[in-house]
């Protein structure tokens, strides 16, 4: 059986982006930031920085090489921007959505400061506040368990060959080999999978439910259960059996979340071990080359430029994309007493997990890659053409990168004590 490791990806020679060398519009004005180049001529306008596409437009009329290296560096400078920003809003959301859940109001959740990552670190922090509390309440009148499936965050080997080309030429014979180390392949699989295979919703699965089972479930079970219950139930009948709500175990079937192996008919994906063909997606091997393969480990780039692997680094981690985690709180005891945090909990800790779980290895990756190439090409911008026509673009490169950076990390730390202060007893 062979494992599809890597993908090859052909692209075309770069000809449109490091040809005709045209001038920025530049004005006269003082020295560039850093006190380079003084009493040089200083660009009137820098592409936006906020906007990847209008930096990778840019020109800067440089030498083919040099451009290309400032190019992609300031580039993967406003991936990291964009990619900040993305973190730090989902971290807030979700910290935010759990603490007022529990009881935090908007005076709570406004910041002291205004500064990278301020509004994710005081968001979670204020959660962590009422968590305590509220499980404090919640652990006096019962006993609670939380079923976690941690999310799931692939990155396209194609996008990632895709960047590669365009803005590297140098791997022999223009093509680009990528490869996932340190994690599984999936894709889809036209011949024999072996690993795992996600089935289609609505299909007969026999392993491991990501949404709801119509069945025997054998694990943590919430819904109608038409066994015996092993946990709480909101309701019984003359019988005593269970005739509302079960949360815990069930000996028979039913039809509600199951976290565990499901027995019978799944609404979401479904994952079984593969036994040769697979019909949705497979991880794992396939005895033929994979097609849109994703990588939910470390994807290693061909050779390439540094400044070209960063902005892959910073692209491909604002790409990934990520199966959500599934979360289930079970509560034995007074079931009124623990609803609210198990709603609050079920409904917030997945994309907090996103980031905590999903993307905290990408997103530190990103920010050390970017900042090696930002600082790299601040040498070129310390005289000649590169000081005139670029060496402000590259400060506002640096500027951006740093803010970009400590947003990253702050915000990463603070889901990552939120979401362990959650799933602690």
């Known amino acids: 059986m062979a494992s599809n490791s890597w993908r090859w990806v052909s692209w075309p020679a770069l000809t449109a982006m490091l040809a005709s060398p045209l001038l920025m519009d530049c004005g006269k004005g003082g020295g560039l930031p850093g006190g380079l180049g003084k009493g040089l001529p200083v660009p009137g306008a820098c ?138 392949l999936s894709g889809k699989c036209d011949a024999e999978c072996s690993g795992k295979c996600e089935v289609k919703a609505g299909a007969q699965c026999g392993g491991t439910c990501s949404a709801e089972c119509s069945g025997k479930c054998e694990g943590t079970f919430s819904g109608k259960c038409d066994g015996d219950c092993q946990g709480t139930c909101d309701g019984k009948n003359a019988k005593g059996k269970c005739a509302g709500k079960c949360d815990g175990k069930c000996t028979a079937g039913g039809s509600g979340t199951c976290s565990g192996k499901c027995q019978g008919t799944c609404s979401g994906g479904c994952e079984v071990d593969a036994k040769g063909k697979c019909e949705g997606t497979c991880t794992g091997g396939c005895s033929v080359e994979m097609k849109e393969p994703k990588c939910t480990g470390d994807v290693q780039m061909p050779k390439v430029s540094a400044e070209c692997k960063a ?105 990552v004590s939120a979401s362990a202060s959650a799933k602690g007893s």
């Open 311 to 415: 902005k892959c680094d910073a692209e491909l981690a604002t790409k990934l994309e990520c199966t959500p985690a599934r979360v289930k709180v079970v509560f034995a005891g007074d079931a009124k007493a623990g609803a609210k945090l198990a709603t609050a909990l079920e409904k917030n800790l997945p994309l907090m997990l996103k980031v905590a779980v999903g993307m905290k290895g990408r997103a530190q990756d990103a920010v050390a890659s970017v900042k090696a190439s930002v600082e790299g090409v601040q040498g070129l911008a310390a005289s000649g053409d590169a000081a005139i026509k670029a060496g402000a673009c590259i400060a506002a490169a640096l500027k951006a990168q740093a803010e970009a950076a400590v947003s990253i990390n702050v915000s990463v730390k603070a889901s």
């Open 47 to 184: 592409p936006n920085m906020d906007d990847p596409g209008a930096v990778a437009n840019a020109s800067f009329g440089l030498q083919g090489e040099v451009e290309g290296k400032v190019k992609a560096s300031l580039t993967a400078a406003s991936q990291l921007k964009a990619l900040s920003a993305q973190i730090e809003g989902d971290v807030v959301t979700a910290c935010s959505g759990l603490a007022k859940d529990l009881g935090a109001t908007d005076a709570d959740l406004k910041p002291a400061k205004d500064e990278p990552g301020a509004k994710a670190e005081h968001a979670c922090n204020v959660a962590v506040k009422f968590l305590g509390q509220a499980k404090a309440e919640a652990k006096a009148a019962g006993k609670m368990e939380i079923v976690i499936v941690e999310p799931k965050c692939n990155a396209s080997l194609k996008a990632a060959a895709d960047c590669a080309g365009s803005c590297d030429v140098s791997a022999t014979g223009g093509k680009a080999e990528v490869k996932c180390e340190g994690g599984k």
